[in-house]
Protein backbone atom coordinates (compact mmCIF):
# COMPACT_ATOMS: atom_id res chain seq x y z
CA UNK A 1 0.00 0.00 0.00
CA UNK A 2 1.44 3.47 -1.14
CA UNK A 3 2.37 5.99 1.71
CA UNK A 4 -0.94 8.11 0.27
CA UNK A 5 -3.24 5.19 0.84
CA UNK A 6 -2.11 4.58 4.45
CA UNK A 7 -3.86 3.73 7.61
CA UNK A 8 -0.63 4.79 9.51
CA UNK A 9 -0.15 7.99 7.82
CA UNK A 10 -3.78 8.61 8.35
CA UNK A 11 -3.28 8.64 12.08
CA UNK A 12 -0.53 9.85 12.34
CA UNK A 13 -1.75 12.94 10.05
CA UNK A 14 -4.78 13.65 12.82
CA UNK A 15 -2.15 13.10 15.31
CA UNK A 16 0.02 16.34 13.89
CA UNK A 17 -3.49 17.94 13.71
CA UNK A 18 -4.42 17.64 17.47
CA UNK A 19 -0.98 18.19 18.35
CA UNK A 20 -1.19 21.51 16.42
CA UNK A 21 -4.39 22.60 17.97
CA UNK A 22 -3.35 21.87 21.74
CA UNK A 23 -0.24 24.42 21.08
CA UNK A 24 -2.48 26.78 19.45
CA UNK A 25 -4.65 26.98 22.16
CA UNK A 26 -1.38 26.61 24.81
CA UNK A 27 0.54 29.51 23.00
CA UNK A 28 -2.69 31.54 22.75
CA UNK A 29 -4.23 31.34 26.29
CA UNK A 30 -1.12 32.93 28.34
CA UNK A 31 -0.69 35.67 25.97
CA UNK A 32 -4.48 36.52 25.18
CA UNK A 33 -4.94 38.65 28.93
CA UNK A 34 -1.65 41.06 28.05
CA UNK A 35 -2.92 41.32 24.66
CA UNK A 36 -6.41 42.39 25.44
CA UNK A 37 -5.14 44.55 28.17
CA UNK A 38 -3.32 46.52 25.60
CA UNK A 39 -6.13 46.82 23.34
CA UNK A 40 -8.03 48.05 26.13
CA UNK A 41 -10.33 45.17 27.60
CA UNK A 42 -11.69 45.23 30.91
CA UNK A 43 -11.44 42.21 33.29
CA UNK A 44 -15.14 41.54 32.05
CA UNK A 45 -14.62 41.56 28.47
CA UNK A 46 -11.50 38.74 29.22
CA UNK A 47 -13.56 36.83 30.57
CA UNK A 48 -16.24 37.02 27.24
CA UNK A 49 -13.59 36.30 24.75
CA UNK A 50 -12.11 33.29 26.57
CA UNK A 51 -15.62 31.94 26.83
CA UNK A 52 -16.28 32.57 23.43
CA UNK A 53 -14.15 29.52 22.50
CA UNK A 54 -16.70 27.57 23.67
CA UNK A 55 -19.09 28.55 22.05
CA UNK A 56 -18.25 27.88 18.74
CA UNK A 57 -16.80 24.65 20.05
CA UNK A 58 -20.54 23.81 20.73
CA UNK A 59 -22.03 24.53 18.11
CA UNK A 60 -20.20 23.60 15.37
CA UNK A 61 -19.41 20.11 16.92
CA UNK A 62 -22.77 18.40 16.01
CA UNK A 63 -23.21 19.86 12.82
CA UNK A 64 -19.64 18.88 11.20
CA UNK A 65 -19.44 15.21 12.79
CA UNK A 66 -22.91 15.05 10.87
CA UNK A 67 -21.62 16.85 7.66
CA UNK A 68 -18.63 15.01 7.20
CA UNK A 69 -20.40 11.44 8.06
CA UNK A 70 -22.23 12.78 4.77
CA UNK A 71 -19.65 14.56 2.28
CA UNK A 72 -16.32 12.30 3.84
CA UNK A 73 -13.60 13.37 6.23
CA UNK A 74 -10.58 14.72 4.37
CA UNK A 75 -12.43 18.28 2.76
CA UNK A 76 -14.07 19.05 6.59
CA UNK A 77 -10.23 18.25 8.34
CA UNK A 78 -8.29 20.30 5.48
CA UNK A 79 -11.30 22.92 6.20
CA UNK A 80 -10.90 23.34 9.68
CA UNK A 81 -7.00 23.33 9.83
CA UNK A 82 -7.18 26.68 7.42
CA UNK A 83 -9.63 28.03 10.20
CA UNK A 84 -6.54 27.11 12.35
CA UNK A 85 -4.45 28.93 10.91
CA UNK A 86 -6.65 31.82 10.19
CA UNK A 87 -7.01 32.09 13.45
CA UNK A 88 -3.52 31.93 14.58
CA UNK A 89 -2.49 34.80 12.40
CA UNK A 90 -5.76 36.96 13.39
CA UNK A 91 -4.23 36.74 17.07
CA UNK A 92 -0.28 37.59 15.49
CA UNK A 93 -1.78 41.01 13.58
CA UNK A 94 -4.80 41.73 15.70
CA UNK A 95 -5.51 45.64 15.89
CA UNK A 96 -8.59 45.71 18.22
CA UNK A 97 -10.82 43.40 20.30
CA UNK A 98 -13.33 42.53 17.40
CA UNK A 99 -9.91 40.94 15.84
CA UNK A 100 -9.53 38.94 18.69
CA UNK A 101 -12.93 37.86 19.11
CA UNK A 102 -13.40 36.86 15.70
CA UNK A 103 -9.78 35.33 15.79
CA UNK A 104 -11.44 33.12 19.21
CA UNK A 105 -14.61 32.08 17.33
CA UNK A 106 -12.56 30.82 14.76
CA UNK A 107 -10.49 28.82 16.88
CA UNK A 108 -13.02 27.12 18.88
CA UNK A 109 -14.91 26.47 15.63
CA UNK A 110 -11.98 24.91 14.16
CA UNK A 111 -10.81 22.99 17.32
CA UNK A 112 -14.08 21.43 16.99
CA UNK A 113 -13.95 20.16 13.51
CA UNK A 114 -10.40 18.92 14.36
CA UNK A 115 -10.95 16.54 17.06
CA UNK A 116 -14.63 15.68 15.98
CA UNK A 117 -13.42 14.40 12.34
CA UNK A 118 -10.13 13.50 13.57
CA UNK A 119 -11.64 10.85 15.65
CA UNK A 120 -14.42 9.96 13.23
CA UNK A 121 -12.09 9.14 10.59
CA UNK A 122 -9.75 6.89 13.13
CA UNK A 123 -13.08 4.85 14.33
CA UNK A 124 -13.96 4.60 10.42
CA UNK A 125 -10.11 2.71 9.80
CA UNK A 126 -9.92 1.11 13.15
CA UNK A 127 -12.21 -1.89 14.39
CA UNK A 128 -12.87 -2.19 18.12
CA UNK A 129 -9.98 -4.53 18.37
CA UNK A 130 -7.63 -1.99 17.27
CA UNK A 131 -9.24 1.16 18.27
CA UNK A 132 -8.35 2.48 21.92
CA UNK A 133 -4.71 1.89 20.87
CA UNK A 134 -4.89 4.48 18.31
CA UNK A 135 -7.32 7.07 20.01
CA UNK A 136 -4.51 6.35 22.95
CA UNK A 137 -1.58 7.58 20.91
CA UNK A 138 -3.84 10.86 19.49
CA UNK A 139 -4.25 11.55 23.19
CA UNK A 140 -0.60 11.23 23.94
CA UNK A 141 0.33 13.85 21.47
CA UNK A 142 -2.08 16.36 22.89
CA UNK A 143 -1.34 15.52 26.17
CA UNK A 144 2.67 16.43 25.18
CA UNK A 145 1.30 19.09 23.60
CA UNK A 146 -0.18 20.86 26.56
CA UNK A 147 3.34 20.71 27.71
CA UNK A 148 5.27 21.88 24.75
CA UNK A 149 2.75 24.51 23.90
CA UNK A 150 3.90 27.05 26.62
CA UNK A 151 7.24 26.41 26.13
CA UNK A 152 7.37 26.86 22.37
CA UNK A 153 5.10 30.12 22.54
CA UNK A 154 8.06 32.03 24.90
CA UNK A 155 10.83 31.06 23.12
CA UNK A 156 9.40 31.91 19.66
CA UNK A 157 8.52 35.07 21.74
CA UNK A 158 12.16 35.73 23.10
CA UNK A 159 13.24 35.20 19.63
CA UNK A 160 10.53 37.26 17.18
CA UNK A 161 8.33 38.86 19.69
CA UNK A 162 4.59 38.28 20.23
CA UNK A 163 3.48 37.30 16.51
CA UNK A 164 6.31 34.56 15.52
CA UNK A 165 4.67 31.94 17.75
CA UNK A 166 0.93 32.65 16.26
CA UNK A 167 2.86 32.72 12.82
CA UNK A 168 4.66 29.39 13.68
CA UNK A 169 2.04 27.71 14.67
CA UNK A 170 -0.39 29.04 11.53
CA UNK A 171 2.18 27.50 9.50
CA UNK A 172 1.86 24.26 11.25
CA UNK A 173 -1.83 23.76 10.96
CA UNK A 174 -1.11 24.38 6.87
CA UNK A 175 1.34 21.95 6.78
CA UNK A 176 -1.04 19.38 7.65
CA UNK A 177 -3.72 20.80 6.08
CA UNK A 178 -1.53 20.61 2.95
CA UNK A 179 -1.10 17.00 3.70
CA UNK A 180 -4.41 16.08 4.36
CA UNK A 181 -5.41 17.08 0.42
CA UNK A 182 -2.30 14.81 -0.75
CA UNK A 183 -3.46 11.63 1.04
CA UNK A 184 -6.09 9.30 0.46
CA UNK A 185 -8.26 8.33 3.08
CA UNK A 186 -9.00 4.81 2.94
CA UNK A 187 -12.42 4.21 2.02
CA UNK A 188 -13.00 1.49 4.83
CA UNK A 189 -16.22 3.24 6.24
CA UNK A 190 -18.69 1.54 8.58
CA UNK A 191 -21.09 -0.25 6.66
CA UNK A 192 -24.00 1.14 9.20
CA UNK A 193 -26.92 3.00 8.94
CA UNK A 194 -25.97 6.26 9.47
CA UNK A 195 -28.93 8.53 10.98
CA UNK A 196 -29.46 11.91 12.89
CA UNK A 197 -27.93 13.26 16.03
CA UNK A 198 -31.12 12.41 17.67
CA UNK A 199 -31.51 9.19 16.90
CA UNK A 200 -27.90 8.41 18.38
CA UNK A 201 -28.26 10.27 21.78
CA UNK A 202 -31.18 8.04 21.95
CA UNK A 203 -29.16 4.99 22.59
CA UNK A 204 -28.81 4.41 25.99
CA UNK A 205 -25.19 3.44 26.31
CA UNK A 206 -24.57 6.76 23.92
CA UNK A 207 -26.49 9.22 26.68
CA UNK A 208 -24.68 7.40 29.53
CA UNK A 209 -21.06 7.74 28.07
CA UNK A 210 -22.12 11.70 27.02
CA UNK A 211 -23.00 11.75 31.07
CA UNK A 212 -19.76 10.34 31.44
CA UNK A 213 -17.41 12.54 29.39
CA UNK A 214 -19.33 15.90 30.40
CA UNK A 215 -18.49 14.34 34.13
CA UNK A 216 -14.71 14.02 33.28
CA UNK A 217 -14.27 17.17 31.84
CA UNK A 218 -15.74 18.98 34.25
CA UNK A 219 -13.44 17.54 37.12
CA UNK A 220 -10.30 18.31 34.94
CA UNK A 221 -11.93 21.45 33.85
CA UNK A 222 -12.47 22.35 37.73
CA UNK A 223 -9.39 21.47 38.92
CA UNK A 224 -7.62 23.81 37.05
CA UNK A 225 -8.66 27.32 38.76
CA UNK A 226 -9.06 26.12 42.02
CA UNK A 227 -6.11 23.48 42.85
CA UNK A 228 -3.49 26.43 42.11
CA UNK A 229 -5.20 28.59 44.80
CA UNK A 230 -5.99 25.78 47.12
CA UNK A 231 -1.67 24.62 46.90
CA UNK A 232 -0.50 28.88 47.17
CA UNK A 233 -2.67 28.90 50.14
CA UNK A 234 -2.29 25.36 52.04
CA UNK A 235 1.53 24.44 51.13
CA UNK A 236 2.69 28.10 49.92
CA UNK A 237 3.53 27.16 46.92
CA UNK A 238 4.41 30.03 43.96
CA UNK A 239 3.91 29.78 40.14
CA UNK A 240 6.99 27.31 39.18
CA UNK A 241 6.32 24.75 41.30
CA UNK A 242 2.75 24.86 40.62
CA UNK A 243 3.39 24.52 36.85
CA UNK A 244 5.88 21.82 37.75
CA UNK A 245 3.11 19.60 39.22
CA UNK A 246 0.80 20.18 36.14
CA UNK A 247 3.63 19.12 34.19
CA UNK A 248 4.06 16.25 35.67
CA UNK A 249 0.20 15.43 35.64
CA UNK A 250 0.89 15.70 31.92
CA UNK A 251 3.92 13.87 31.55
CA UNK A 252 1.70 10.74 33.62
CA UNK A 253 -1.05 11.11 31.13
CA UNK A 254 0.86 10.94 28.02
CA UNK A 255 2.45 8.02 29.12
CA UNK A 256 -0.62 5.99 30.04
CA UNK A 257 -2.92 7.38 27.16
CA UNK A 258 -1.73 4.49 25.28
CA UNK A 259 -1.88 1.98 27.88
CA UNK A 260 -5.32 2.38 28.71
CA UNK A 261 -5.88 2.72 24.56
CA UNK A 262 -4.82 -1.11 24.85
CA UNK A 263 -6.26 -2.02 27.99
CA UNK A 264 -9.92 -0.75 26.13
CA UNK A 265 -9.71 -3.01 23.60
CA UNK A 266 -9.23 -5.80 25.36
CA UNK A 267 -11.76 -5.43 28.09
CA UNK A 268 -14.44 -3.00 26.46
CA UNK A 269 -14.40 0.56 26.76
CA UNK A 270 -17.42 0.88 29.09
CA UNK A 271 -15.52 -1.33 31.43
CA UNK A 272 -12.50 0.50 31.75
CA UNK A 273 -14.62 3.59 31.69
CA UNK A 274 -16.60 2.63 34.99
CA UNK A 275 -13.44 1.96 36.67
CA UNK A 276 -11.80 5.15 36.08
CA UNK A 277 -15.17 7.13 37.09
CA UNK A 278 -14.96 5.05 40.49
CA UNK A 279 -10.81 5.69 40.53
CA UNK A 280 -11.65 9.52 40.04
CA UNK A 281 -14.43 9.44 42.41
CA UNK A 282 -11.95 7.85 45.46
CA UNK A 283 -9.09 9.49 44.77
CA UNK A 284 -10.89 13.60 44.20
CA UNK A 285 -10.68 13.80 48.09
CA UNK A 286 -7.32 13.03 48.74
CA UNK A 287 -6.38 15.96 46.77
CA UNK A 288 -7.12 18.23 49.81
CA UNK A 289 -4.95 16.17 52.57
CA UNK A 290 -1.72 17.13 50.30
CA UNK A 291 0.87 17.90 53.10
CA UNK A 292 3.90 18.85 51.38
CA UNK A 293 5.54 19.56 47.74
CA UNK A 294 6.11 16.13 46.75
CA UNK A 295 2.70 14.58 48.15
CA UNK A 296 0.66 17.66 46.33
CA UNK A 297 3.17 15.66 42.87
CA UNK A 298 2.18 12.80 43.69
CA UNK A 299 -1.74 12.43 44.40
CA UNK A 300 -2.13 14.69 41.27
CA UNK A 301 0.09 12.73 39.20
CA UNK A 302 -3.04 9.64 40.69
CA UNK A 303 -5.43 11.80 39.93
CA UNK A 304 -4.42 12.20 36.45
CA UNK A 305 -3.63 8.81 35.96
CA UNK A 306 -7.04 7.97 36.58
CA UNK A 307 -8.75 10.71 34.82
CA UNK A 308 -6.73 9.08 32.01
CA UNK A 309 -8.13 5.73 32.48
CA UNK A 310 -11.50 7.31 31.87
CA UNK A 311 -10.72 9.65 29.05
CA UNK A 312 -9.07 7.26 26.05
CA UNK A 313 -11.38 4.21 26.92
CA UNK A 314 -14.40 6.45 26.75
CA UNK A 315 -13.29 7.61 23.39
CA UNK A 316 -13.39 4.00 22.16
CA UNK A 317 -16.17 3.44 24.20
CA UNK A 318 -18.46 6.04 22.22
CA UNK A 319 -17.82 4.28 18.92
CA UNK A 320 -18.43 0.82 20.94
CA UNK A 321 -21.91 2.32 21.47
CA UNK A 322 -23.09 3.26 18.05
CA UNK A 323 -21.61 0.35 16.48
CA UNK A 324 -23.32 -1.87 19.17
CA UNK A 325 -26.89 -0.16 17.79
CA UNK A 326 -26.51 -0.61 14.13
CA UNK A 327 -25.69 2.45 13.84
CA UNK A 328 -22.52 4.12 11.47
CA UNK A 329 -22.78 8.30 12.72
CA UNK A 330 -19.41 8.40 13.58
CA UNK A 331 -19.08 11.94 13.00
CA UNK A 332 -22.56 12.72 14.90
CA UNK A 333 -21.10 10.31 17.97
CA UNK A 334 -18.09 12.19 18.16
CA UNK A 335 -20.01 15.18 17.83
CA UNK A 336 -21.57 14.13 20.82
CA UNK A 337 -18.21 13.52 22.73
CA UNK A 338 -16.99 17.26 21.96
CA UNK A 339 -20.42 18.62 23.06
CA UNK A 340 -20.05 16.90 26.46
CA UNK A 341 -16.47 17.74 26.53
CA UNK A 342 -17.43 21.19 25.93
CA UNK A 343 -20.30 21.73 28.71
CA UNK A 344 -17.76 20.28 31.12
CA UNK A 345 -15.28 22.83 29.79
CA UNK A 346 -17.65 25.53 30.33
CA UNK A 347 -19.09 23.93 33.38
CA UNK A 348 -16.87 23.11 35.68
CA UNK A 349 -14.31 25.97 36.19
CA UNK A 350 -17.72 28.38 37.11
CA UNK A 351 -18.62 25.46 39.19
CA UNK A 352 -15.03 24.74 40.79
CA UNK A 353 -14.73 28.37 41.48
CA UNK A 354 -18.34 29.12 42.99
CA UNK A 355 -17.55 25.70 45.50
CA UNK A 356 -14.06 26.44 46.25
CA UNK A 357 -15.06 30.07 47.44
CA UNK A 358 -17.93 29.50 49.65
CA UNK A 359 -16.71 25.67 50.96
CA UNK A 360 -13.26 25.66 50.58
CA UNK A 361 -11.43 22.66 48.22
CA UNK A 362 -11.53 19.76 50.94
CA UNK A 363 -15.51 19.82 51.00
CA UNK A 364 -15.51 20.61 46.90
CA UNK A 365 -13.98 17.55 46.38
CA UNK A 366 -16.44 15.69 49.12
CA UNK A 367 -19.05 16.96 47.21
CA UNK A 368 -18.40 16.73 43.81
CA UNK A 369 -16.61 12.89 44.24
CA UNK A 370 -20.66 11.50 44.61
CA UNK A 371 -21.46 13.45 41.87
CA UNK A 372 -19.22 11.12 39.91
CA UNK A 373 -20.68 7.77 41.81
CA UNK A 374 -23.79 8.79 40.19
CA UNK A 375 -22.25 8.98 36.89
CA UNK A 376 -20.94 5.33 37.17
CA UNK A 377 -23.74 4.23 38.39
CA UNK A 378 -25.79 5.26 35.10
CA UNK A 379 -22.83 3.90 33.33
CA UNK A 380 -23.19 0.60 34.57
CA UNK A 381 -26.78 0.36 34.02
CA UNK A 382 -27.09 1.23 30.52
CA UNK A 383 -27.64 -1.15 28.06
CA UNK A 384 -24.75 -1.50 25.42
CA UNK A 385 -26.96 -3.71 23.30
CA UNK A 386 -29.81 -1.57 22.51
CA UNK A 387 -30.06 -1.47 18.14
CA UNK A 388 -31.53 1.24 16.94
CA UNK A 389 -34.06 0.74 13.99
CA UNK A 390 -34.19 3.95 12.06
CA UNK A 391 -36.95 5.40 9.37
CA UNK A 392 -35.79 3.03 6.49
CA UNK A 393 -38.21 5.42 4.58
CA UNK A 394 -35.87 8.83 5.40
CA UNK A 395 -33.87 9.09 2.25
CA UNK A 396 -30.21 8.64 3.09
CA UNK A 397 -26.68 9.97 0.90
Not at 31 to 46: E, F, H, N
Not at 369 to 384: C, G, I, M, Q, Y
Amino acid sequence: MSLRASRAFAVALVMLATFTDIVAYSVAVPVLPDLSRRLGASPTMIGLLFASFGVTLLGVSMPMGAVSDRIGRKAPLVGGLIALAVATLLFAFAEGLLWLFAARLVQGAADAVTWVVGFALIADLYGPAERGRILGLVMSGTSVGFMLGPLLGGWLYEIGGIRLPFVAVGAMALLAAGAFTWIEIPKQHAALDRVPASTVMRIPAVAACFSAVVAVSATMCMLEPVLPLFLSARLGLGPARIGFVFGISALVSSVLHPLFGRLADRSGGRRLTIIGLVLVACGLPWLSRAWSYPSAIGLFALQAATMACVITPSLAYMAEAVSQAGVGSFGVAYGLYNVAWGVGLLGGPALGGFLFERMGFAWLALLWSPVLVVVTVLLAKADPHVRQKPDTTTERS
